[in-house]
């Protein structure tokens, strides 16, 4: 008797056991395992994020429309692969990104942190087009005249080398693709600049020199020329402050 009782003893301890291993299994499990059910939580929180109710969108209509915006982000991110583990730094964003959306520190954090959910897979020394192009920590050195995946290099100070993948330029500074290439100073106001040559924060390059940024009302063509970093196709092409952190910032991205 005493023989069986131990014997039942040990056979629940061990299915207790694998119980509870299986419960961490699955705690430790994605929390977004699939394109599908990353979209749909990113979806229900910018649909009740004040969106359906500013533009008067039903919820059901807006979350589907946001959906399979996201869904098509995500397909058109050609050589990139969703990653799970990547999902809930984004869906953390959201609601901050929706709630203070003329915030460009806040809103490119938000953009880079859910872009990279889709994640690159390019390796160190491959050719890459897109900062995201690229897998794990290494970046695509955008700088150079032949684009690659590289480590990044710590700030380098004004008449540094720059020569290498990943050599990366102080705040201020750019890489100026000279006979060897050294680390100059961004362009300023009325100063020439280009594809290569950047302008300093708060101007814009109109493709032949740097300019201040166009405030709000003036006609623009793209997001950078403008103070608030949006130009608004929707009325007319002019700066305006952007009302939502979406493709076109309007409610018929809702499905308004």
């Known amino acids: 008797m005493i023989r069986k009782a131990l014997g039942l003893s040990f056979m629940f ?3 207790s056991m694998f119980a509870f291993a299986c419960g961490d299994d699955d705690a430790a499990g994605d929390k977004y395992p699939t ?3 990353f979209c749909a939580a990113k979806a229900a929180l910018e649909c009740s994020a ?5 533009c008067g969108v039903p919820g059901d209509t807006c979350k589907a429309k946001r959906k399979d915006a996201c869904v098509a982000a995500g397909a058109a991110a050609a050589g990139r692969s969703y990653t799970p583990a990547k999902a809930e730094a984004c869906l953390n964003l959201v609601t901050d990104a929706y709630a203070n959306p003329t915030n460009k520190t806040k809103y490119d954090a938000y953009l880079d ?3 990279r959910v889709f994640a690159g897979s390019k390796t160190k020394g491959q050719g890459c087009t897109s900062e995201f192009d690229c897998s794990g920590t290494l970046f695509c050195d955008l700088q150079k005249a032949t684009p690659l995946c590289a480590d990044k290099s710590s700030p380098k100070n004004e008449n540094d080398g720059c020569a290498n993948s990943g050599d990366v330029c102080g705040t201020g500074l750019y ?3 000279a006979s060897p290439p050294l680390c100059k100073k961004e362009r300023t106001v009325g ?3 280009g594809d290569t040559i950047p302008c300093v924060s708060g101007t814009f390059c109109d493709g032949t020199v740097c300019q201040n940024l166009l405030q709000t009302g003036t ?3 793209v997001d ?8 608004n196709k929707d009325i007319g092409n002019k700066c305006a402050g952007r009302q939502f952190p979406s493709e076109t910032s309007s409610c018929k991205d809702f499905g308004g």
Do not use: I, M, R
């Open 224 to 231: 950078k020329q403008c103070a608030g970093n949006f130009c």
């Open 113 to 115: 942190t859910c872009a």
């Open 13 to 15: 301890g061990v299915v």
């Open 219 to 221: 006609t623009c063509t």
């Open 50 to 54: 004040g969106s359906v109710a500013v």
């Open 175 to 177: 890489c100026e693709l």
């Open 35 to 37: 394109v599908d059910s």
């Open 191 to 193: 100063q020439g600049c």
